[in-house]
């Protein structure tokens, strides 16, 4: 016959009953020897298994370890308890199962690595960028050897890191052709020369099926209006070369030389939903959908026209960038 303590007997209570209820489990636990009396009588114990497998008792006050520290801590760990009552019931390191664990210390490399986890990547480019902007603010306020070499180091670190972003971009730009923006917008002279010629193609043949469908409005002022007398010959001179249907709308009443059939505004620009009254404006008017697509307003190159003609009513937004 062995004498255990009360604690012991809880253990033992635990492994040898599976059905054990939730509250017996947490009395059980309660016997912790900070919660066992003074006045704790040994138990008798006659089973077949050795108390001593479970965990030996604390040493008394007073007394000491003989083993060494090593020899000790894996000792320790031995008798942690085996699979019988802590692996199928997972009874934790209260039922002395497992060792406790100690908490880690602030600023060890283990918590700064958990720490860098729980960042976003956002989060993690502002600390960057922070920390250059400190160590740089630093050498520039106290010059030393110390505070250029940490700020330089550093900052070469970061150009290291962009380098590699720009390489890495080009080499998926290679590997991967459809995200090339370059392949819809050329950047190189030849490639460059070419988009130009085939967008001057599309938007010849845009212009010249334009007066199948849409009409052309001028608004102008006559009278003291130098940029109305600017614009009127290369309203004519389109007129002219693609064969467009003009109307002029004159808003003082005054007829301009090369548009001598011009009819005086009369809130024709109002009708038509165009906005503002600045002369000169030029304006389309869909004869198909019965709608008014604004051009723009002052002075315009022919080769603006033609482009903004061609934006406005072969593409759709987004398209042709």
């Known amino acids: 016959m062995k004498l255990i303590s009360k604690r012991k007997k809880a253990l033992l209570l635990v492994s040898l009953m599976p059905g054990l209820s939730a509250s017996a489990l947490g009395a059980a636990q309660n016997t912790h020897p900070s919660n066992i009396g003074l006045d704790d009588e040994p138990v008798a114990y ?4 050795d108390p001593d497998d479970i965990l030996e008792d604390e040493l008394q006050p007073g007394e000491k370890a003989s083993q060494p520290e090593e020899e000790t801590a894996a000792q320790s760990d031995s008798q942690l308890g ?3 009552y802590c692996e199928k019931r ?26 860098e ?10 600390l960057i960028t922070r920390k250059l902007d400190e160590l740089r603010d630093r050498a520039i306020l106290e010059p ?3 505070n250029l070499y940490a700020y330089i180091s550093y900052q070469n670190k970061q150009s290291d890191r962009a380098s590699k972003f720009a390489d890495v971009w080009e080499r998926t730009m290679i590997a991967s052709p459809e995200l090339d923006y370059t392949l819809k917008r050329p950047v190189s002279k030849l490639g460059k020369e070419d988009f130009k010629e085939k967008r001057q193609a599309m938007m010849d043949a845009t212009m010249a099926s334009l007066k199948e469908r849409y009409g052309v409005f001028y608004f102008y002022s006559g009278l003291n209006c130098s940029s109305c007398d600017i614009q009127a010959p290369i309203i004519s001179s389109l007129k002219d070369n693609y064969g467009l249907t003009v109307m002029g709308m004159t808003s003082d ?14 809130g ?32 315009l190159s022919s080769d603006e026209i033609v482009n903004r003609i061609y934006l406005l009513t072969q593409t759709k937004p987004g398209e042709d960038y």
């Not at 002369?279 to 019965?290: C, F, G, K």
Request: glycine residues 8%.
């Open 268 to 299: 024709v620009r109002k009708t038509m939903g165009l906005p503002g009254n600045i002369n000169p404006t030029i304006a389309l008017y869909d004869t198909l959908q019965r709608r008014s697509i604004l051009i723009g307003s002052g002075i």
């Open 253 to 266: 009443g005054y007829a301009h030389p090369l548009f001598p059939e011009s009819k005086m505004e009369n």
């Open 46 to 49: 006659y089973g077949s298994i």
């Open 117 to 126: 986890k729980q960042l976003t990547a956002s989060q993690r480019v502002k």
């Open 82 to 84: 085996d699979s019988f």
């Open 90 to 115: 997972q009874l934790g390191q209260w039922f002395y199962c497992e060792r406790l664990k100690e908490p880690e210390k602030k600023g060890s490399p283990s918590v700064a690595k958990a720490m």
């Open 144 to 146: 030393t050897t110390e």
